[in-house]
Each structure stands twice: as C-alpha cells, then as structure tokens.
C-alpha cells in the first residue's frame, strides 16, 4: 500500500520561502507521477502542480506558475514543492497525491485522477 508523508510547511512572512518534501513508500516511486494540491478551511482542493514519472512533463496552476518548482528524486522517493514569494493567499493545507501509470510523460491535475494522498502540511502566510 502506497503511503504518502508530506514535511516543510510552517508559519512564514509574506515573500519568504518554503520547501516542501512528500517521502512516497510502499511501491515503486518511479512508477507514479505525482501532484501537488492544496485546500484551506472552507475551499475545495485545488490543483497545484504536477510532475510526470520522466520529471519532463510538468504543470502548474497559473496563480504559482514563476513561483512554484515541483521536482522529483527517484533515488530518495521523494516528490519536492519550491515555493518562493509566497503570498498570504498561498495559506493552505499542502497535499501530495501519487498516481500509478504505465507512461513515463503521463501527468496528472485532477483530484480524481489520483489514488493516493497524504495527510497534508500547513502552510500559513502571514501580511
């Protein structure tokens, strides 16, 4: 069973940064590609960024995009999220999500086409 653990988050100011980390275990990480979402109290998930298995197919939600990296390392199992200039509109609940696929440039950006999630990390953005 595929287990998703996401680190990182925490309280910063306005134009600071974060990384966040999601440690995938369980099967083989470089068989999935992986997502990022977010969703804060009140609001439905949303797409945040994905990552391909290949690492060459990447996409983002347009309000991060210039601000936002995703990127992967097979070899650690882990799936990164560089958040630079971030913004007191960025606070939110971080999720990592994982999705078995046969193709190395598949990616993913619907919550439905995920199958597993991890439990999520906080981050908050203060003015």
């Known amino acids: 069973q595929v287990q998703l653990v996401e680190s990182g988050g925490g309280l910063v100011q306005a134009g600071a940064s974060l990384r966040l980390s999601c440690v995938f275990s369980g099967r083989t990480f470089s068989s999935y590609a992986m997502g990022w979402f977010r969703r804060g109290p009140g609001k439905e998930r949303e797409f945040v960024a994905a990552i391909s298995r290949s690492a060459e197919r990447i996409d983002y939600i347009d309000s991060v995009k210039g601000r936002f990296t995703i990127s992967r390392d097979n070899a650690k199992d882990t799936v990164y999220l560089e958040m630079n200039s971030l913004k007191p509109e960025d606070t939110d609940v971080y999720y990592c999500?994982?999705?078995?696929?046969?193709?190395?440039?598949?990616?993913?950006?619907?919550?439905?086409?995920?199958?597993?999630w991890g439990q999520g990390t906080q981050v908050t953005v203060s003015s």
């Open positions: 999500a994982a999705q078995f696929t046969y193709y190395q440039n598949n990616y993913y950006t619907k919550i439905s086409d995920y199958t597993y």
